[in-house]
């Protein structure tokens, strides 16, 4: 009598876990995923340790919106076009991993850079100079990555700066960028037409990003399929400077809840 209790208390247990992990699952695939930023690609709209939830819904769903690309159909259901500068989350085209950038080119859309500004459809984009981004030079996030500096080299525990501009695309979409070298290898750049299906996108730290600017044949992201969007970053929920989420004097109580623009 009391193995069969026992058993029966197990069963219990297992049964609520798969339950969790079945409804953990359908709100991660249907309407929000968690997201790490694990790079300094975006700052400073974003910084390495922030936490934010993906919007899924924004976009519609395809065969990525499930846990390991597994739904069983290709395309988008449910659809709908970002707006350029969007923040997205999407799978990059070759290497199946997640990455965080901002829509500038829509199907279409000509882009091009040219000594560090952003052209669109033939129209460049405004920079207002701001107060330069500063931050401190010492290893972040869980991967320990150094920051880049545009008044390097700066020592351990330095203040590491970048200089910063409000961006202005055509249409009125504002946003912050960051430049670390006056002459970036991402400064220049061909002009590209966004084909039908896609989109451009790019880090808003410009000189410190691997975005559509870089083909995939070298290493870049290229265009984007829109089959990969997997959602849009609203907001940022929780960050952390530290090496670890527990070391609670990393947090950065001040960017708690913060919209994204």
């Known amino acids: 009598m009391a193995t069969s209790a026992k058993q029966d208390g197990v069963w219990e247990t297992v049964k609520t876990v798969v339950y969790a992990l079945l409804i953990a699952g359908v709100f991660r695939t249907l309407f929000f995923q968690p997201f790490w930023i694990p790079s300094g690609s975006m700052k400073d709209t974003l910084l390495v340790g922030d936490f934010l939830f993906v919007n899924k819904m924004a976009y519609g769903y395809s065969r990525h919106s499930c846990p390991f690309s597994i739904c069983p159909f290709s395309g988008r259901i449910f659809g709908s076009m970002p707006e350029r500068g969007d923040v997205v989350v999407f799978r990059h085209p070759v290497n199946n991993t997640d990455f965080i950038k901002r829509v500038i080119g829509l199907p279409g859309d000509t882009v091009q850079m040219r000594g560090g500004v952003l ?19 010492t290893r972040q996030g869980p991967q320990q990555q150094l920051p880049r500096c545009s008044n390097a080299p700066v020592g351990q525990g330095g203040l590491c700066e970048k200089d910063r501009f409000t961006e202005t695309l055509p249409g009125g979409v504002t946003h912050s960028v960051l430049s670390i070298d006056e002459d970036g290898r991402g400064d220049d750049t061909p002009e590209y037409v966004v084909p039908e299906g896609h989109v451009f996108v790019m880090g808003d730290n410009r000189d410190n990003s691997i975005d559509s600017r870089f083909p ?28 670890r989420m527990i070391y609670f004097w990393t947090w950065r109580s001040d960017r708690f809840f913060e919209a994204i623009e």
């Open 119 to 137: 052209f669109l459809n033939g129209e460049p984009a405004t920079l207002s100079p701001e107060a330069p981004f500063v931050e401190e030079f």
């Open 216 to 243: 995939q044949s070298v290493g870049g992201v290229g265009f984007v399929p829109m089959e990969n969007l997997l959602g849009r970053a609203d907001r940022v929920m929780f960050s952390s400077a530290g090496q």
